[in-house]
């Protein structure tokens, strides 16, 4: 690389996020961590790659397929960076493949847990498999020839199927496509183990079960051999807003249209013919070059299934979020909050009092009014419960539900009728923006008359169940700039979305980047005075070009920038001239890093915010966020020490990023002590 070329100064989006699955990868192979996390980490890593297959990879195709040359920020066209993807995927795919067969499978058989193939299965184990063919899985299944008479059918998204080549009449040659149940278990327990913890689990993979028993559906047919496949398919949805008259019918039709998005890659069983594949790319229009062999099991996000096992010894030990101890339930949560903001770092403390703090503003009397926005609530949401609650208690209750939330949107869909029908006033986004802002403002009348607006702002959804599995800052506080700002944000997104300017809150796309861009600007200015500058940001992705190259002029003007990026970095740090006062830390551990703060030293004047938003475009220009200030001094200093000294002193599950945009474990001198920022939180006593 050399810094004299401007293209070259950003490292290309979609590689930096194949670095991060990457460092989800070397979870599943660290073998300190519990056997079934591992298994856990191989699972997720396959979700995710389905994932960027469905959006980001999609995106690329269609830049390719309609004649895009221009290339990115990083220089990179798109056809190169496609070609590059899939260069890095197959090496990735080998490797994750590698580590299942390599490493976790046999380390599951040393305690018990056998996922057998069906070659290494025993007389009486396929017995018990046949049996369960017989019984439960045959009745399930379609085989769909394809001939003149039959056309190739519709292979849904992420669907695993069989691909069965056969030989009829006179040796004519013959295919079928074969779907399997995506509703049964893929992974059959061949015993059942449930009054012996020591008994030996065994298990067999549901597609091997229908392929060893394939000839059943094709009868009088001579069986040349059935062969997993698997689509993935273009899964980002284009919703025309200015053209919907109801948003949420608009979205509805879009889930629909989802499922007949192209097809961006095809997986395939290392052994399938030639001729079997040509079949496949054929008629799901696709390239040698979206063809993917895999020598192993296709879709290991099954994995999933062991990860639910009753074997608590080879999985993280468990542990109880704290509650506050001056949040207990001998004291109103409105009275604590107006002693003092209250903040609160999930999941090492609890959820519940964010509940708590909807559930008691739904049943409290001198409530009059809650205002809430809703990206990811998931599954029996008791937020919910609590806002219908509200409603039938008398309270005004307002809700923004993001429809356009990606892969929750028929969740959300749901949530909006079940609010609709309580007769809460309901807003289903805002034209042109998801709405990803994450605020809650209860107004209240006190005992003396006087109205009290109690605000919680988040780096996190409303959503219990990732509470638990990621790590998230909220904040209650009855600041009244924070109060009005809430208010009139709140009364943007009900009206019409005209306000240029707020009190304490930085707002996309309002606000939030102007302000961003002036407070490190700010920064240099302090530091070309005293010497001290120091930024410590905290984000899930940095990938904005014009943030970063503020942070490069930071950087040459001598700055310490100290970056925390779970995900995706587009900065190259280190760099000569340029970025050598920068130091970029990636930890993926135990939970999933979510919380996003800014830290400033501004002289020892120090400022922090927290919120909703990456340095992303999308973040800054094309949603709506909300980062709030934290002005308490001792929660400042709560937040500076525990959680950004302490993930930049992480030495077990940081890694740092290197100029080329790859990464290495964090180095520990010899007898240096091991700090685990996430463990090390676990420990923490009352805060």
Known sequence: ??????????????????????????????PTNPLLERAKFLAIFATNLDEFFM???????????????????EGIPPAQTLALVNERVRSLQAEHLRTWRDEIRPALAQHGICVLDWHELSDEQRAVATKYF??????????????????????????????VVMRGAYGRPCFARVKVPPLLPRLFLLNECAEDENCERCFVWLDQIIAANISTLFPDMEIIGAYAFRVTRDADIEIQE??????????????????????????????????????????LRLSNDEVFRLAGPLDLSSLWELHRLPLPELKDPPFSPLIPSDLNDSQNIFARIRQGDVLLHHPYDSFAPVVDFVRTAARDPNVLAIKQTLYRVGQNSPIVEALVEAVMNGKQVAVLVELKARFDEENNIQW??????????????????????????????????EICRYVHLSTGNYNVSTARVYTDLGLFTCNEQIGQDATELFNNLTGFFRQK???????????????????????????????????????????????????????????????????????????????????????????????????????????????????????????????YPILDPSLKRRIKVEVLDLGLCDNVKARIMQPDGSYVFASRGQGEQEVNSQLKLLGIGSR
């Open 416 to 449: 909006t009728r079940k609010l609709e029908e309580a007769g809460v006033h309901l807003v289903y986004g805002l034209p042109g923006y998801k709405v990803h802002a994450k605020i809650c403002l209860v107004v209240r009348r006190e005992q003396d008359g």
């Open 134 to 163: 017989h019984r439960t899985v045959f009745p399930t299944l379609t085989p769909l020839a394809v001939d003149p008479a039959h056309p190739f059918p519709h292979i849904s998204n992420l669907s695993l199927s069989l691909a």
């Open 242 to 283: 200015d053209e919907a008259s109801d948003l949420r019918s608009t979205v509805e039709r879009s889930i629909k249209d989802r499922r007949f998005g192209n097809v961006v890659r095809l997986e395939i069983a290392h052994d399938m013919p030639d001729e079997a594949c040509a079949i496949l790319t054929e008629n």
């Open 55 to 73: 959006i980001r990879v999609a995106g690329l195709r269609e830049q390719v397929m309609a004649g895009v040359t221009q290339p990115g920020p």
């Open 1 to 30: 690389m050399q810094a004299g070329h401007p293209q070259s100064l950003l490292i290309n989006r979609e590689l930096s996020w194949l670095e991060f699955n990457r460092r989800v990868l070397q979870e599943a192979q660290d």
């Open 501 to 627: 300017s707020y009190r304490r809150l930085l707002v996309a796309p309002v606000t939030l980047r102007k302000r961003m861009t002036e407070l490190i600007e700010r920064e240099i200015e302090q530091h070309l005075r005293h010497g001290n500058g120091h930024l410590i940001f905290k984000m899930n992705q940095l990938v904005d070009p014009a943030m970063i190259h503020l942070l490069y002029r930071a950087s040459q003007m001598g700055v310490k920038v100290d970056l925390l990026v779970r995900g995706m970095c587009s900065l190259r740090p280190g760099v000569p001239n340029l970025s050598e006062n920068i130091r970029v830390v990636s930890i993926v551990g135990r939970f999933l890093e979510h919380s996003r703060v800014y830290y400033f030293y501004n002289n020892g004047d120090e400022e922090i915010y927290s919120g909703s938003a990456d340095l992303m475009e999308r973040n800054l220009d094309r949603r709506v966020e909300t980062i």
